[in-house]
């Protein structure tokens, strides 16, 4: 059964790093059905696509986060990781890591909450 | 960018039928997704292409997509199904992931 996992700290400090890591089971992020990404959704707000991966190594990011956002892919681990940098509290969120089928987000990790505060 | 909008919240019944609508321009010639989301949990799919459901999704739960609006129906509803739901579509520009603001069903 797949499962994804989201890790990383529960608090950033303005004008850092925001770093989070995906760890898939029960599915190859390689195989080239699928893409995998990010989603966040702040405290009481709707959801916020941020990019997607594919197999063949291509990203895929939000204009407005373009500068801020990097994925990067583990394969050996099979997982995936979010950097967002020179963050502020409004990227106080809860981030989702996903799998991407064609249109839609078929599988959802259970989500990981990001404060920004110093 | 395009844009899809959804109303705030939807009232209705147990035993009733919910009807939860998208508004988009031409929305009809997209593909719509519906995604059902708890408190305090990660939103699942419910409908994606319109009107096709994943396995494990009740057939209470059905899909539809014409004109300006797609509407997502849910048949004799059960207190189960209180929850946000958000419409989704893929644009073909360079900010392709689209949501809608979400729509708050209670159920009385």
């Known amino acids: 059964q797949l499962q994804l996992q989201e890790s990383g700290p529960g608090l950033v400090k303005p004008s850092e790093t925001l770093s989070l890591t995906c760890t898939v089971s029960?599915?190859?992020?390689?195989?080239?059905?699928?893409?995998w990404g990010w989603i966040r959704q702040p405290p009481g707000k709707g959801l916020e696509w941020i990019g997607n991966?594919?197999?063949?190594?291509?990203?895929y990011y939000k204009p407005s986060l373009k500068s801020r956002v990097t994925i990067s892919v583990d394969t050996s681990k099979n997982q995936f990781s979010l950097r967002l940098n020179s963050v502020t509290a409004a990227d106080t969120a809860v981030y989702f890591c996903?799998?991407?089928?064609?249109?839609?987000?078929?599988?959802w990790g259970q989500g990981a909450l990001v404060s920004v505060s110093s | 960018s395009y844009v899809v909008t959804q109303l705030p919240s939807v009232s209705v019944a147990p035993g009733m039928t919910a009807r939860i609508t998208c508004g988009g321009s031409?929305?009809?010639?997209?593909?719509v997704h519906w995604y059902q989301q708890k408190p305090g949990q990660a939103p699942i799919l419910v409908i994606y292409?319109?009107?096709d459901r994943p396995s494990g999704i009740p057939d209470r739960f059905s899909g539809s997509n014409s004109g300006d609006t797609a509407t997502l129906t849910i048949s004799r509803v059960e207190a189960g199904d209180e929850a946000d739901y958000y419409c989704?579509?893929?644009?073909?520009?360079?900010?392709?992931?689209?949501f809608g603001g979400g729509t708050t069903l209670t159920v009385l």
């Open positions: 989704q579509v893929w644009d073909n520009t360079s900010d392709p992931v689209v």
């Open positions: 996903v799998r991407h089928s064609l249109a839609y987000f078929d599988f």
């Open positions: 031409n929305i009809g010639s997209k593909s």
């Open positions: 991966f594919f197999y063949n190594g291509r990203t």
């Open positions: 292409y319109d009107r």
């Open positions: 029960g599915d190859s992020i390689s195989r080239s059905s699928y893409h």
